[in-house]
């Protein structure tokens, strides 16, 4: 009798236990978001317009720079030729325009950086409906970024298929 009993509470964890082995999918997948962010089409279009405004306003902020400079220069070469109120207007004028060339400066880089925010957001919000369509037609139940990844099997890295699907679908991503 205790024999039976055993038997049958042995067969009936073995099926619990098997069928939850059984069940348990491998559907959860991982991608590479800064890297879909650097080599899609889309993403190297940002960084490419992004360049390119940075480095105009690179240029535009050294011959600022180079004028306020001379103009340092002048005023400092002017200081025993002009009388003391004098000089000491045309150095609080010198600082005023520091102080405005500054601020521009700081909104510029800070446009720049807004920009690349909102293009980056652009882009994962175009992303996750591929992303939901791809997790619907292959019963994937997560999707999760790679970088929350400690250890992970390389077949559970969606990145390359999902790349070639966003660069089928969004080439160009405008600033804004």
């Not at 969606?158 to 405008?174: A, C, G, R």
């Given at each position: 009798?205790?024999?039976?009993?055993?038997?049958?509470?042995?067969?009936?964890?073995?099926?619990?236990?098997?069928?939850?082995?059984?069940?348990?999918?491998?559907?959860?997948?991982?991608?590479?978001?800064?890297?879909?962010?650097?080599?899609?089409?889309?993403?190297?279009s940002i960084i490419k317009k992004l360049d390119k405004k940075t480095?105009?306003?690179?240029?535009?902020?050294?011959?600022?720079?180079?004028?306020?400079?001379?103009?340092?220069?002048?005023?400092?070469?002017?200081?025993?030729?002009?009388?003391?109120?004098?000089?000491?207007?045309?150095?609080?004028?010198?600082?005023?325009?520091?102080?405005?060339?500054?601020?521009?400066?700081?909104?510029?880089?800070?446009?720049?950086?807004?920009?690349?925010?909102?293009?980056?957001?652009t882009l994962v919000n175009s992303l996750t409906p591929i992303l939901?369509?791809?997790?619907?037609?292959?019963?994937?139940?997560?999707?999760?970024?790679?970088?929350?990844?400690?250890?992970?099997?390389?077949?559970?890295?969606?990145?390359?298929?999902?790349?070639?699907?966003?660069?089928?679908?969004?080439?160009?991503?405008?600033?804004?």
């Amino acid at each position: 009798m205790v024999i039976k009993k055993f038997l049958r509470y042995s067969i009936l964890l073995f099926l619990l236990f098997w069928s939850n082995v059984a069940t348990s999918n491998n559907d959860v997948y991982f991608i590479d978001m800064d890297f879909l962010m650097n080599k899609s089409l889309a993403g190297k279009s940002i960084i490419k317009k992004l360049d390119k405004k940075t480095k105009a306003s690179k240029k535009n902020f050294e011959e600022k720079e180079k004028n306020l400079v001379n103009e340092e220069k002048k005023i400092i070469s002017q200081k025993n030729i002009l009388n003391e109120q004098e000089y000491v207007k045309k150095v609080n004028l010198f600082k005023i325009k520091v102080d405005e060339y500054k601020l521009s400066r700081n909104k510029i880089i800070s446009d720049i950086s807004k920009m690349k925010k909102n293009a980056q957001v652009t882009l994962v919000n175009s992303l996750t409906p591929i992303l939901s369509d791809y997790a619907a037609k292959n019963s994937i139940s997560y999707i999760i970024p790679k970088k929350n990844i400690i250890i992970g099997k390389t077949e559970l890295d969606l990145t390359n298929k999902i790349l070639e699907i966003l660069d089928s679908k969004i080439k160009n991503i405008d600033l804004k």
